[in-house]
Every structure is written in C-alpha cells, then in structure tokens.
C-alpha cells in the first residue's frame, strides 16, 4: 500500500500520524492512499482540512481520500463534498488498517464501540530525526466552554509509565536525542489509571532511559507542581522550558472560558518555575476576542504576558465552535477589533521574545541539530532558543554545546564549544 499521511494540528495528531504510517506502510496493498488527519480547534483549522482533501482530491483522482480524526465528528457533509472517500473518528483511528482493508472490499467498517488503551498505541521510531513525539495522555474533563477538543478526543486515557518507558527505548535506540511528551491535557495525566501515577512519576519512569532529554508539549498551569517544579530544578536532561495555555489574562474571561487557575495563580507557578529551574524559559497560548472581552480585559492579557517574559506566544482569535457554550455566548467582538488585537500581541510578542533571548548571551547550551549546511548548523536548545550554530563536527540528530555569542535575524548564533580545550 502507497500510503502518505498529511497532518494539521497538535503534537498529539504528529504522533497518531506516525504512528498510522508505521501501521499502514506494513500492509501489502497496491492501493494509493491519502490520510489527512484533522484538526478542528479552530474554524480556520476545519477549514484547511478541507481544503487539503480537495487538494488531494484534484492532484490524485484515483487515489483513496481518508479523513480521520477531530475534524471528522460535525463536519462529515464538508468533508465528503471536498472530496474524502472514507471518513474515521478518534475512536477508530488506531484500527484504521482494518478499516481500510474492509473499505477496500466493499464493507463498511464500522466502528467497534470502544477505544483503545494508549498502551496499545507504539512508536518504533525507525523514521531518523532528532525528535520524537511521545504520546502519554489523551482526552480531557476540564470542558473549556470554547473547545471542541475534549468533545472529540474521547475519555480521559494515559499511557502507563511502564509503558511510556518501553516505547523511550524504542525511541533512544532508533537514535532520537530528544522526546517530546504530548497529550491533549497533561495535567490530567493519570487520572484515568487504577494506581493513579503522577506526572512526576511518568517522568521518573522515562528518565531510567538513558541517552535522551524529555520536553514537555504544554502543561496547564494547574498541573505546574512544587513537586514538579522540583524534578526540572535538580535533572538536567529534562528541559527547562514551559509552554503554559495562559489563553486570558483577565479573570472574569478565564471563568467565562472554564478554565481552572487564575491569573495570579498562573504568574505564581510561571515566577516558580523560572526561579527553581537554572536557564528556564517560557511560551504561552492567548486567545483575544472572546465574548465578552473589552478593552481593559484585553490590556490586562497583555500586562499578564508581560510579567511571563515569555520567549514566544501563540496568538489566537476566538473561533465560535458549533455545540461549544461559547458560541452561544455575547457581547461577541468584532472580527476587526479581534484582528486587531491579534496584530497587537504578536508585535508585543516579538519584542518580549528578542529580550528572553538576549538574556541568555554569553550561555552555553546544548543544540539537538535538525539542519546541516556545511559549516553551519540550526536547532533547539533545551530551552527551546533557536540557535545558528558555527564550527565543525555539528552533526544532524545529535546534541551539540554551543556558546551563544551574538543575536542575529530573529535568532540566536552560537559557537561549538570544543570539549578537548574546556575540560
């Protein structure tokens, strides 16, 4: 079976579209095969889903056309019309082989009524590159009025750390020097398990791996611990940079959207984190433009990125999703002032990330190298600065120390530090 996987969205969908590569390249088919794998977190989101199945569609019209995953439960008519043969939810993504197969005998395939246990869902990892995305946890409880998410994805489901730690190896042994860990909400991790592991307690399991950093995908601040903190403070292989799911920060915006922490509370965690964690940095999601929020709710959501130092910030604008609360709620924001709040952050943002990098001028840290060009190589410091590195022996997918000696065209440039003279 020729089969190519298009992803959109989360690292969580990076890793299922592996995953679903690895599955599907093992069966012996002469069928031509398309799977694009959704996402539907915004309006705009659904909407490049779409048009990326009538991409295919135009580009490859004997091919199958498969649509799975989040974007699939509301929006099947869409999808169908755009060109899609075959369409699966979440909860038959991981038996998308067999679903396929019955498909391409003429059967429908229906889904089996249950999902699967993420211990069943295993990376080999034999695809060569730096890093590696590690799904742990999956579905969510907490009901944010404006997502669709945890509508989709299903039960709260974790990956035992026994588990976690065998798919590591597996991972560490097809070379990657970096894991990503990914769920839809890791503060929930475990929840779900008759022995209730901790976040701390998956760490501890993975970090028995030996040869491998681990980065968290996001974490709400909730699930940001002293116990936590902790951990990242004394084990220098776990990385030392947050992206926290700030998304307001007003107060009376962040109970409108459900969410579970306060602004305070989310500036406490962040100060705890920086000050605990030798060379930390963090990221923030923010949302402008939800229902109800004005001006002075917006000026504070920009005080409250100001306080984060943050090293980068993904801006979002309110997308009211169908069979969410939000999009029932008012008074709605014009989509010009949306937009231009959106213009303003990411202008902000751009200068608060210039600052938390000149900050680490002079500091020497290590570079997982994901492109090579002669002398010079680019990658991702454990902190998550995206750094130029100059001199010989920078190899693609290994780690590398590298000085941070000056800040050029929107990243940092840093020089290989040669072990053999500096001890």
Not at 268 to 294: I, K, W
Not at 320 to 328: E, I, L
Request: aromatic share 4%; glycine share 10%.
């Amino acid at each position: 079976m020729s089969v190519t996987v298009h992803t959109l969205g989360c690292r969580v969908n990076q890793y299922e579209s592996q995953l679903l590569a690895e599955k599907l390249q093992a069966v012996s088919d002469q069928a031509l095969v398309h799977v694009v794998n959704t996402c539907t977190v915004t309006a705009l989101a659904d909407r490049k889903s779409r048009q990326l199945v009538s991409r295919l569609r135009r580009e490859h019209p004997t091919a199958l056309i498969v649509a799975v995953g989040c974007g699939v439960r509301g929006g099947e008519e869409r999808l169908r019309a755009a060109g899609a043969d075959l369409l699966v939810e979440n909860r038959d993504k991981m038996r998308l082989v067999e679903v396929i197969e019955l498909f391409l005998q003429g059967r429908t395939g229906e889904g089996n009524g249950g999902w699967a246990t993420l211990d069943e869902e295993r990376l080999s990892g034999a695809e060569p590159r730096v890093r590696a995305v590690l799904k742990v946890q999956d579905g969510c409880t907490v009901g944010c009025t404006f997502c669709r998410t945890w509508q989709v994805r299903g039960p709260l489901r974790s990956k035992t750390p026994q588990a976690a730690r065998a798919e590591a190896e597996s991972l560490a042994r097809a070379g990657h020097r970096e894991i990503v860990l990914a769920g839809v909400n890791l503060a929930q991790y475990g929840e779900d398990l008759p022995s209730r592991p901790s976040l701390i307690d998956l760490l501890e399991a993975l970090l028995e791996v030996g040869g491998v950093r681990y980065r968290l995908s996001s974490l709400s601040p909730d699930g940001l611990t002293d116990g936590l903190i902790a951990l990242f403070a004394w084990e220098r292989r776990l990385c030392p940079y947050l992206h926290l799911p700030l998304q307001s920060g007003d107060d009376a915006i962040l109970e409108r959207m459900g969410r579970p922490y306060t602004v305070a509370e989310c500036l406490d965690r962040a100060r705890a984190f920086r000050s605990a964690v030798p060379g930390a940095t963090l990221g923030a999601d923010v949302m402008v433009g939800f229902p109800g929020e004005d001006e002075a709710a917006f000026a504070r959501t920009v005080d409250a990125l100001a306080a984060l130092d943050p090293l980068n910030v993904h801006v979002f604008r309110f997308s009211p999703r169908p069979g969410t609360a939000a999009a029932r709620m008012t008074p709605r924001v014009p989509p010009r002032e949306a937009a231009r709040r959106a213009a303003r952050l990411a202008a902000l943002a751009d200068g608060w990330s210039e600052a938390a990098q000149e900050r680490f001028l002079g500091a020497e840290v290590g570079v997982a190298v994901e492109e090579k060009q002669g002398h010079l190589a680019w990658g991702r410091s454990e902190n998550y600065l995206w750094v130029e590195v100059r001199g010989r022996g920078a190899t693609r997918g290994t780690i590398v120390p590298a000085r941070l000696v000056e800040r050029a065209d929107g990243r940092l440039v840093g020089v290989m530090v040669d072990r053999t003279e500096n001890g």
